[in-house]
């Protein structure tokens, strides 16, 4: 059952949210009429990913919704803390926390600089814990306050960390803070989740990774159909689980995903983290 009908009048902080999932998560609130804080660094065109907060800001005010498009690298604390202010001073609040913003690196010991372990852990796990502690004192303030992080069930299995020890350790890290802080605000009422999607999604991102076969993924708007219906869940009884996209769409009744296959009748792709599919 859900608690909210919808997400009219609720307030997103999304990291990441110019392009790729977190801005289908920011479109799918936005089409309920909520207030979109899109936090993410790209002010500017990348030379190789199209999408910036202001575009994205645009995209979101088109579908109903009302944005605030922010500069925010979330490796640093005063950025974060002063996009949570302004969030507050102009929305009045936050209730939804979706850490989205990752870093990927999809090599071995090796072969990956410190630069880039820094990156990842930077954004990935510590990204996630100073978002989540930034926003909570807010968040529990909310009716139904929820914290979703875009990150993998936690599965200890050596097959997940030799092709890429660092990368699996930084996502495991935003899974972690789901286990601990979901235990930890309990009392408080904020839901805390993970959310995983079963196959390779087809973002901009995903497309500059060889080999990476984006023709047999689903789109974003599965994960964003997915992080919805969490969403709109009691953040009170729904806290410190580990979802799979097509397994909550399931639950909520809809089993016939090929509307989000980027090539309909293509064998799909497995993600990282999740078993090949059968």
Known sequence: MNAESNLSGKTLFITGASRGIGLAIGLRAARDGANVVIAAKTE??????PGTIY???AEIEAAGGRALPLVVDIRFEDQVYGAVERAVSRFG????????????????TLETPMKRYDLMMGVNTRGTFLCSQA?????????????LMLSPPLDMRAKWFAPHVAYTMAKYGMSMCVLGMAEEFRSIGIGVNALWPRTIIATAALQVIPGAEVERGRTPAIVADAAWQILTRDSRSTTGNFFVDDEV??????????????SPGKSLRADLFVDELV
């Open 44 to 49: 500017k065109a990348h030379p190789k990913l």
């Open 55 to 57: 575009t994205a800001a």
């Open 93 to 108: 609040g936050i209730d939804i926390l979706v850490n989205n913003a990752s870093a990927i690196s999809l090599t071995g």
């Open 135 to 147: 926003c909570s004192p807010h968040l529990k303030k909310a009716p139904n306050p929820h914290i």
């Open 249 to 262: 769409l399931a639950a909520a009744g809809v089993t016939d995903l090929s509307r989000y296959a980027v």
